[in-house]
């Protein structure tokens, strides 16, 4: 059986799926059978879940799409709003059992979660108990822009929290303009105690084979 990582962010849109796609590309450059995992996603574009795709092209075997994704939902919300809107419960048994088919066929399956870290999924269950209940190491994308430090700092705290490992964090520039980006990084270098696994810079229309060689996944493999 395989293992994995869950890629959480510090917020939705910050390029949790760019990200998760490029450690894909690296780990399968190092000769792994890969697969992503997108267990909730919520907002399609005319019928298609863009995120999803992504994870698929990226993969180096296919699977059950509802195996890859238990959970989808049309309007852009919170999943436990969607799910709610669909009449639909989501369940983490449903997930983790997804998850372990996939396990078994690819040596590597990288997660991505639904925006933050805790996101609601149920009504009582949030994103971090997803994360639990799947007892995977965890990778922190931060989106680097104003806010950013508070934003990661208590991400990275409630990861700890729930008493899951903290393997790494990404730097992920989506704001062109931010002050003292460098100073920024250097900070969370300094305080977030785990490894910077890389920075991809800003870029418009950047795609996921451009950041692979931005990241670091040598520091993943002691976690196998």
Not at 19 to 36: D, E, W
């Amino acid at each position: 059986m395989g293992s994995g990582f869950f890629v959480t962010g510090t917020d939705t849109g910050v390029g949790k799926t760019l990200i998760s796609c490029a450690l894909l590309h690296a780990f399968a450059a190092q000769g792994k059978i890969v697969i992503g995992m997108k267990s909730v996603v919520a907002g399609s574009h005319g019928g298609k879940w863009l995120d999803v795709d992504q994870l698929i092209a990226a993969s180096t075997i296919g699977a059950e799409r509802r195996d890859i994704n238990p959970y989808f939902f049309d309007a852009p919300v919170s999943p436990h709003i969607g799910a709610q809107q669909a009449g639909v419960d989501i369940d983490l048994a449903v997930i983790r059992a997804a998850y372990r088919k996939l396990s078994i066929a690819a040596d590597i399956v990288i997660v991505e979660g639904a925006g933050g870290f805790l996101v609601p999924l149920n009504r009582t269950q949030t994103g971090a108990d997803l994360a639990k209940a799947l007892n995977l190491p965890v990778i922190l994308v931060v989106g680097m822009r104003l806010g950013c430090l508070n934003h990661a700092l208590l991400t990275a705290q409630a990861i700890r929290s729930a008493g899951l490992l903290l393997a790494g964090w990404v730097a992920n520039g989506i704001d062109p303009d931010m002050l003292v980006l460098q100073e920024n990084i250097a900070t969370l270098e300094q305080r977030l105690d785990c490894p910077l696994l890389g920075m991809v810079p800003f870029k418009d229309g950047i795609i996921s084979q451009n950041c692979t060689e931005r990241l670091n996944v040598a520091e993943l493999i002691k976690f196998k």
